[in-house]
C-alpha cells in the first residue's frame, strides 16, 4: 500500500509538470527508438542472407577446388583435380540424398540481332534438384541428354527475357561461342540469392560443355545434398576421406579441395550480421545515456525546487527512505513512459524503414525487453543521485526555504 501510495504521488508530481517530464522523457524516447529501429534492421538483413542462402538448396555441401599457389604463396588459380568420377563415388556415400557436377565458362550468346555475354555452367541432371530450381517451362535434363551430346540448352528466366522479349524461347535455337542450341526449358524466376541470380544462368549437358564447347574434363565444383541436416558433420567426414583417396593424398599432404557446407556460411554470414547490430546498436545506446543524463539533471532541479516540500514531508512524519523511494520513482516512471513511447516509436519507424527503403526489418521479441528493462535500469541507475540528495536534506534547513 506504501508503495502504491508513493508511485500515486509521484505521477502526481510528473503531471503537474507535464512540460518538463515530456522535455526529460525525451532521450529515453529517442534512444529506445534508435535501438529498437537498429536491432529490427538487423534481425531483418539476417533473415534476408539466411533465407537467400538456404534458397540456394537444402542441407547443401559444396566442394571446390583449391587454390594453387605459385613462388612465394601467391594465388595463381586453382588446381584441376575435380572429375566426374568423383561425383560418382560421392553419391554411393551414406546419407547423400543427391549429388551434382558443375563446370563454369563465360560465352557470348547470340539470337538473332541480340547479343550478351553469360556465365554457360554445363551440368548433370542432378544440379536443379541439388540447387532447390525448378522448370517454369519445357524439360530438364536427362541422362540420354549427356550421354548422348544432345546440343539443347536450359536458360534463366532474364536470359529469356532478354532473348525472347515478345515470343516463347522454348524451341528456339540460339549461338553459343558460334555453335546452334535448341531451347529445351526455362528456369523459373527465383531472383538474386545473395552470391548469384539463377535468373542469369545458361545450363548445357556437362558432356557438351566438356566435349564441344570449352574442351576441359575438370569440374568447377561439385555440390552435394544431405538427406538429414543432422548427418552434415559426418557426411562431410566421408567426403574428404573418399576424395582424399581418389586424389592420392597420403599422410600430411594438404587437400587439394574445399569443402563448404551451408550450415557454415550461416554461421559466417550470422556472425558478421550480429556484429554489426551489436555495433549499430552500441551507438544508438549513447542516446539512451544522454536520456539518463537528462533524467538525473531534471532530477537534481526538482529536488532544489522541492526542498520545501522534503521538510515539510519529513516535519510530518515521513522518513528518509520513504523521500529516496518517491524521488527513484518518479525517474524510473520517466525512463519507463519514455521507453514505451520509444517502443512505439522505434516500431514504427522499422516499418517505414521497411516501406520506404525497401529493406526487410524484423523487430525481434527481445527487444520489448530489452527496451524496458534498459529504461528501467537507465530510472535507477540516473536516479539514485537526485533521491540521495533529497533524502540527506536536514528538515528544519529545508523548511527554511522559500
Given at each position: 500500500?506504501?508503495?502504491?501510495?508513493?508511485?500515486?504521488?509521484?505521477w502526481?508530481?510528473?503531471?503537474?509538470?507535464?512540460?518538463?517530464?515530456?522535455?526529460?522523457?525525451?532521450?529515453?524516447?529517442?534512444?529506445?527508438?534508435?535501438?529498437?529501429?537498429v536491432?529490427?534492421?538487423?534481425e531483418?538483413?539476417?533473415?534476408?542472407?539466411?533465407?537467400?542462402?538456404?534458397?540456394?538448396?537444402?542441407n547443401?555441401i559444396t566442394?571446390r577446388?583449391?587454390?594453387?599457389q605459385?613462388?612465394?604463396?601467391?594465388r595463381?588459380?586453382?588446381v584441376?583435380?575435380?572429375?566426374?568420377?568423383?561425383?560418382?563415388?560421392?553419391?554411393?556415400?551414406?546419407?547423400?540424398?543427391?549429388v551434382?557436377?558443375e563446370?563454369?565458362g563465360?560465352a557470348?550468346?547470340?539470337?538473332?540481332?541480340?547479343?550478351?555475354?553469360?556465365?554457360?555452367?554445363?551440368?548433370?541432371p542432378?544440379?536443379?534438384?541439388?540447387?532447390?530450381?525448378?522448370?517454369?517451362?519445357?524439360?530438364p535434363?536427362?541422362?540420354?541428354?549427356l550421354?548422348?551430346r544432345q546440343r539443347?540448352?536450359?536458360?534463366g528466366?532474364?536470359i529469356?527475357?532478354?532473348?525472347f522479349?515478345?515470343?516463347?524461347?522454348?524451341?528456339?535455337?540460339i549461338?553459343?561461342?558460334?555453335?546452334?542450341?535448341?531451347?529445351?526449358?526455362?528456369?523459373?524466376?527465383?531472383g538474386?540469392s545473395g552470391?548469384s541470380?539463377?535468373?542469369d544462368?545458361?545450363?548445357?549437358?556437362?558432356?557438351?560443355?566438356?566435349g564441344?564447347?570449352?574442351?576441359?574434363?575438370?569440374?568447377?565444383?561439385?555440390s552435394?545434398?544431405?538427406?538429414?541436416?543432422?548427418?552434415?558433420?559426418?557426411?562431410?567426414?566421408?567426403?574428404?576421406?573418399?576424395?582424399r583417396?581418389?586424389?592420392?593424398l597420403?599422410?600430411?599432404?594438404?587437400?587439394?579441395?574445399?569443402?563448404r557446407?551451408?550450415?557454415?556460411?550461416?554461421?559466417?554470414?550470422?556472425?558478421?550480421?550480429?556484429?554489426f547490430?551489436?555495433?549499430?546498436?552500441?551507438v544508438a545506446m549513447?542516446?539512451?545515456l544522454?536520456?539518463g543524463?537528462?533524467?538525473?539533471?531534471?532530477?537534481l532541479?526538482?529536488?532544489r525546487?522541492?526542498?520545501r516540500?522534503?521538510g515539510?514531508?519529513?516535519?510530518?512524519?515521513a522518513?528518509?527512505s520513504?523521500?529516496?523511494?518517491?524521488?527513484?520513482?518518479?525517474?524510473v516512471?520517466?525512463?519507463?513512459?519514455?521507453?514505451?513511447?520509444?517502443?512505439?516509436?522505434?516500431y514504427?519507424?522499422?516499418?517505414?524503414?521497411?516501406?520506404?527503403?525497401?529493406?526487410?526489418?524484423?523487430?525481434?521479441t527481445?527487444?520489448?525487453?530489452?527496451?524496458?528493462g534498459v529504461s528501467v535500469t537507465?530510472?535507477?541507475?540516473?536516479?539514485?543521485?537526485?533521491?540521495r540528495r533529497?533524502?540527506?536534506?536536514d528538515?528544519?534547513?529545508?523548511l527554511?526555504q522559500?
Open positions: 500500500m506504501i508503495v502504491f501510495d508513493t508511485v500515486k504521488t509521484a502526481r508530481s510528473l503531471v503537474s509538470n507535464g512540460m518538463r517530464t515530456a522535455l526529460t522523457g525525451l532521450g529515453m524516447i529517442i534512444g529506445v527508438a534508435a535501438v529498437v529501429s536491432l529490427a534492421v538487423g531483418g538483413a539476417r533473415s534476408q542472407v539466411e533465407g537467400r542462402i538456404r534458397s540456394m538448396g537444402a547443401l566442394v577446388p583449391e587454390s594453387a605459385g613462388p612465394g604463396g601467391a595463381i588459380g586453382s584441376q583435380t575435380l572429375k566426374l568420377g568423383d561425383v560418382t563415388a560421392l553419391s554411393t556415400l551414406p546419407g547423400v540424398s543427391a551434382a557436377g563446370i563454369g563465360s557470348q550468346i547470340r539470337y538473332r540481332e541480340k547479343n550478351l555475354t553469360a556465365q554457360v555452367s554445363g551440368i548433370t542432378e544440379y536443379l534438384a541439388v540447387r532447390a530450381l525448378s522448370i517454369g517451362e519445357g524439360l535434363f536427362t541422362a540420354s541428354d550421354r548422348e539443347v540448352v536450359i536458360i528466366a532474364n529469356a527475357s532478354q532473348l522479349p515478345t515470343e516463347s524461347a522454348l524451341g528456339q535455337r549461338q553459343i561461342k558460334g555453335i546452334a542450341f535448341r531451347v529445351q526449358g526455362v528456369i523459373a524466376a527465383k538474386d552470391f541470380s539463377p535468373d544462368l545458361v545450363l548445357v549437358p556437362i558432356s557438351v560443355h566438356q564441344i564447347l570449352f574442351g576441359q574434363d575438370f569440374l568447377s565444383n561439385i552435394l545434398q544431405v538427406a538429414d541436416e543432422r548427418d552434415m558433420a559426418s557426411v562431410q567426414a566421408g567426403m574428404r576421406e573418399i576424395l583417396l581418389r586424389h592420392d597420403h599422410g600430411d599432404e594438404a587437400d587439394d579441395f574445399q569443402l557446407s551451408q550450415a557454415e556460411i550461416l554461421e559466417t554470414l550470422g556472425a558478421i550480421t550480429g556484429t547490430t551489436a555495433l549499430l546498436g552500441a549513447v542516446s539512451l544522454v536520456g543524463i537528462g533524467i538525473m539533471n531534471i532530477m532541479v526538482s529536488v525546487e522541492r526542498t516540500e522534503i515539510v514531508r519529513m516535519a510530518v512524519g522518513r528518509r520513504d523521500i529516496l523511494l518517491q524521488f527513484l520513482v518518479e525517474s516512471l520517466v525512463a519507463l513512459a519514455g521507453g514505451l513511447l520509444g517502443l512505439a516509436l522505434g514504427g519507424g522499422a516499418v517505414a524503414i521497411a516501406r520506404v527503403g525497401g529493406w526487410e526489418t524484423i523487430v525481434p527481445y527487444a520489448v525487453a530489452l527496451a524496458l537507465v530510472g535507477l541507475v540516473f536516479g539514485v543521485g537526485p533521491a533529497a533524502a540527506k536534506l528538515p528544519v534547513e529545508a527554511r522559500e
